[in-house]
């Protein structure tokens, strides 16, 4: 059978040189339409949720769930974090304004907690005792904060501060070490030349009322442009140029991030592709140098890569017929198809060149290399490409779809390696002179390639003995299904994601579970908050608060309390000569708060806050009148410029009503209930769930009791789970197809077990080095299987067709012939072409890359050492 696929395949080459204008003329009109459709017709997809079977019911439950909440799914959220509160609300709702006026770049924009109802509502959503202890506390200080509201002065202040020190030494029960602290802190900012508004919202409230408080959310849905390879390109630069359009990211005790799912994704995007135009190029000169080493011949590499584009432009082509897209997996298929596709031009170009030096015309070496590396190419296509098809059936369609592209591919670059190529050859004959530089400086490997015959027995004893303890390695093999870490932790939006998961009460991932009513509603959270993996449930009742006709009582008193004070009219602005008159009569206050005896609250405070104020009027005292007047202003801003807003809010909290799930703002019940009805439960987690632990506990715990849950921690394990099974049916399944179809056309199992030996041998020995780095697999690095499980098989073929072809009564050294260098030069091509991943700043292309680089090292090591060693039985070392 293979004498007579031989003849065949060298009747083909003689056709295509003997017509090989005909054949250069319809390779350049085929190239040119390819080329032509694939550029008018390919897309690029870039939702990642396309990356698996629609038919998986978890990505049913999934979708069922985005058409349910549409404006739950791709958002971005935008992170303000202040140094006070007030800033961080200000800074939050300047944003969303800014937002919205945006409609053709934005779907909707939501600021959690924000708008006029929270605002009014807000005192009912502290805890009854909570508010009690506020209202209290807010009595206490009621003639002091009547004053300060009259008097919103520098003046005002420090007049009220003196009176209410003298207060507390007189035994009132007063706390004024908060407000004292934070008036020491902004007179040692403005002694630095600073500004430092201090917060009345933390003075006024309890901590614990407001939560995450110096922390706000806008939650913004961009509109996707999937067509592009960056999809949220557009709305990314439009919140930036916003952003600093404003002056927000300029202004003092301010930070703004972005993070969510659109701004990971874009920001991994753009991570993978910064410098990608760099590395592509350094790696095309790195091969192109690799090719004119081990070629040694420019003719050879100009029809080598003449070749190779040219089957690159054809599988384009067909990636466009077939499919139509390209997805962030399958446009890997190049890499791919140059990495395996150079294989068969430098196969057949080093054997060409060896029948040229042993006195053979063109025409004759042509067809005699067609005839003896025809075989081995034909059944490499074959075997690589059952390989790729055989991810094809499985439900991980990025990879399916890969599979089909680059399995179609192999049989395009067998076919033009087999008639484009030789036409060229033809065309661009090599010179005799030329292959005898080869002859006198002998190949790449001659220098030790009697070394693996003369130990194969030790060899084959050390072969064995690392590949039982690569065994005893892999059960340590397990996969990472965060997906975050497949990111670069440099980058805004993995940094502010990792700050949130650090904070329970800010963690962005959940679980969500759909009930049809409000019944259902109740009975699952009963459930879901007794598992153990459970932190809390949220629903769209769980915004209306418990205990409201008690708290409205507290408030109404609060309220007759404060009321009057509130509305109280503004006394004129003091003069100049009256704020520095304060602060002498304050400072005095505070001498003599501090050499009070017994034991006064806060006297070590008192006493660095009248030290500061002693340096700022000393200040003061050698400026002219104007600077005087604007320290004190400045004094006064940081002092007092959060204050009435700060009375206002209380004011509007003071007329607090009754409410219910009804009354709730119709943006926010949008995203607990759906138009169909459907009712959004929130599944929080108690542990951080970015380990693989805790998240597959937590999905099975929910599941339990709500099999249909889904969200991002259900679609992360789901995934990974369905990424695993077909890897491992695809690998199993291709290597049981590769090695009948090995005993079908070489008629032999000892020859199938030998060309087999490779892929096994290096496929264990890389997997164990890759996980005694500390390395494990993710959804990023498990893509680079299939390219060394093409060159695994490859090189293991190439080796026994061509130890099986020579005479059985010559001895050969296999390490000195063609097909051993052709091994070298073609795993030397795949290193430096994906070898500089490794220094990628995106962890998951560097992962790639570091497997890669090693797999193909370790292909190396089992083709060129112990796969003769294995063949030293049969084959004894030549003295040629």
Known sequence: MKNRLGSIIGRWVRMAVLYRWWVLLLACLLTALSLNYAISHLKISTDLANMLSPELSFR????????????????????????????????????????????????NVFVPGGGEFFERQALLYMDLPELEEQADKLAAIQPFLGRLTRDQSLYGLLTMLGDALDAVRDGEGLDLVPILTQLNEAVE????????????????????????????????????????????????????RLLEDSGLTQREGLRIRLTGTVALQYEELESVSRGAGIAAISALLMVLLVLTVGLRSLKLVIATLVSLLVGLVLTAGFATLAIGKLNLISVAFAVLYIGLGVDFAIHLCLRHRELIRAGNSTLAALVATGKGVGVSLVLCAITTAVGFYAFFPTAYSGVSELGLISGTGMFISLLVSLTLLPALLSIWPLRHAAADVVRQRGGPIAGWSDWPYRHAKALRWAALIAAVLALLVLPQLRFDYNPINLRNPDTESVATFRDLVENAATAPWNATVLAGNAAEVEIYQGLLNELDSVDKTVAVDDFVP???MDKLTVIEDMALILGA????SQQPPPTSDQQLSSLRSFQFALE?????????????TVIKLRQNLQQFREQLAVKEIDKINTELNE???SLLHYFPENMRMLKASLGATHFSMQDLPTD????????????????????????NDALRRFVSEIRTEAPDATDDPVIILESA?????????????????????????????????FVMIPLLFAGLLTVALFLLSGSVFNFANIIALPLLLGLGVDNGIHMVTRIRAADPNQRVNLLKTSTARAVLISALTTIVSFGNLIFSSHPGTAGMGKILTLGVLMTLLATLVVLPAMLARDQTVSAE
């Open 60 to 107: 049913q439950t999934y979708e069922q769930y985005k058409r349910a909440f549409p404006q739950q799914v791709d958002t971005l959220v935008i992170v303000v974090d202040a140094s006070a509160p007030e800033l961080a609300r200000q800074a939050a709702s300047e944003i969303a304004n800014r937002l919205e006026e945006q409609g053709e770049r934005f779907n």
């Open 189 to 240: 900012w403005r002694l630095k030349g600073r500004d430092y508004p201090i917060s009345w919202q933390e003075l006024m409230f309890n901590e614990g009322a407001q939560g995450n408080h110096n922390r706000q959310f806008i939650v913004v849905q961009p509109r996707m442009e999937f067509s592009s390879l960056l999809a949220a390109k557009g709305a990314m630069e439009s919140i930036r």
């Open 546 to 548: 418990e205990n409201q």
């Open 565 to 568: 004070e509130l509305e109280g």
């Open 592 to 604: 003599t708060y501090a050499a009070s005896s017994g034991n006064l609250p806060g006297r070590e």
């Open 635 to 637: 004094l006064q801003h």
């Open 668 to 691: 926010l019940v949008q995203r607990w209930v759906s138009q169909q009805g459907d009712f959004r439960i929130a599944v929080f987690p108690k542990s951080d769930i970015s380990d």
């Open 721 to 753: 789970q369905v990424v695993v099974t077909a890897f491992q049916q695809a690998f199993t399944g291709a290597i049981i197809v590769i090695g009948l179809i090995l005993i079908l056309i070489l008629r032999s199992i000892i020859d199938a077990v």
